[in-house]
């Protein structure tokens, strides 16, 4: 059943995102979107579960298709994984008439949204979100991209998904680690742009993280119809998209550093939330009971909300790849007050090593 239904109208064009319950096998979602040979990307851990279905469903309306199944993990996004689904493109003669399904969560859908980005220069792929996080977040957009070695999403491409299919019946399967992960994407959409939305997790993050079905439609709708607004005004990141990166500066250096996988994108983004916020402070915009309440509904959703130890170069050289950069210049996402967030310049380096005192190995 279908609870919410919302279109990006992205300059590129216009698509739905479907959210409900027991939607994921729901063959007129995807009829408009999908050719007579389809290939569905997902990894070992969600195939147990949701890709046999969708392979019957596929089966029963003549359409072609191939499971191209992916190792299971953050430190996978890279070229391996994706010559991998190149290579069963052309195995199975794939052209410009197929169709990529992304079942998975982030990973999948970034790595599969690349591939079909840049097959025979670009064939539709539908977004088939399995995690908290892929569907408030990395599902809706178009940003694909896979990782190197020297950063995070640093090779990749813009290129919007035909649908997006998200079945909240997926969440009953997330382990509580992953859960978290994607509450704190939900909270971050709060802390940019939305103090009342703030209110409201802080209100009811136990319902949430204990699965209150009804009280997660509502988070993913919010979050999707936010990004949706978002995207549609700036598809490709050049003016109000960046805020969509509040606490990734920093979560990008955490993972970097600790290798893929490690630490969760969520969990490194929660991290890198306090340290946007403590940064926000420096800037004199937050004070300490705000920095603290930011704390607070972090923890109340179990995430962490201080980042590994480790020396200051580090952390400089790893934020130096970020996206934002312009002219060798540092920018961040900070908060000019709960619920409002801008992107700040940052030259003078004594506001960032102060930001991270803490935390420095």
Not at 31 to 36: E, L, R, V, Y
Not at 147 to 167: E, R
Not at 179 to 195: F, N, P, Q, T, W
Not at 214 to 221: E, F, K, M, R, S
């Amino acid at each position: 059943m279908i609870e919410h239904q919302l279109d990006v109208q992205a300059p590129s064009h216009q698509y739905p995102i479907y959210i409900g319950s027991h939607i994921i096998n729901q063959f007129d979602l995807y009829a408009p979107h999908i050719g007579q040979k389809t290939f569905i990307v997902t990894n070992p851990t969600i195939a147990a579960h949701y890709l046999t279905p969708l392979q019957q469903m596929l089966s029963e309306h003549q359409i072609e298709h191939t499971a191209i199944l992916l190792s299971d993990g953050e430190q996978y996004k890279n070229h391996d994984s994706l010559n991998q689904i190149y290579d069963a493109l052309l195995t199975h003669h794939a052209d410009r008439k197929s169709t990529i399904i992304a079942l998975g969560g982030g990973v999948i859908g970034d790595t599969a949204g690349f591939a079909a980005a840049t097959y025979q220069r670009g064939i539709a792929f539908v977004q088939v979100p399995t995690t908290l996080l892929s569907q408030v977040d990395s599902s809706v957009g178009g940003k694909t991209a896979i990782n190197h070695t020297l950063g995070k999403n640093m090779i990749g491409a813009f290129y919007q998904p035909k649908a997006v299919i998200a079945d909240l019946n997926t969440l009953n399967t997330l382990p509580e680690r992953e859960l978290s992960a994607g509450m704190a994407e939900v909270i971050k959409y709060a802390l940019l742009g939305d103090a009342a939305f703030l209110q409201w997790l802080e209100q009811h993050m136990a319902a949430l993280m204990a699965k209150d079905a009804t009280l997660l439609a509502q988070a993913v709708y919010h979050c999707c119809q936010m990004k949706a607004d978002i995207v549609a005004q700036d598809e490709k990141e050049q003016g109000v998209r960046a805020l969509l990166n509040l606490g990734h500066t920093f979560g990008h250096a955490i993972e970097t550093e600790m290798g893929y996988g490690t630490w969760l994108h969520g969990e490194a983004v929660s991290a890198g939330m306090v340290l946007a916020a403590k940064l926000s402070q420096q800037l004199g915009c937050l004070n300490a009971e705000d920095v603290q309440r930011v704390e607070h509904l972090l923890t109340q959703a179990h995430l962490p909300i201080a980042p590994p130890k480790f020396a200051y170069p580090k952390w400089l050289a790893h934020m130096s790849h970020d996206k934002k950069v312009q002219n060798g210049q540092m920018r961040f996402v900070t908060l000019t007050k709960l619920g409002k967030a801008v992107i700040s310049q940052i030259d003078n380096t004594d506001l960032l090593q102060r930001s991270l005192q803490d935390y420095l190995a």
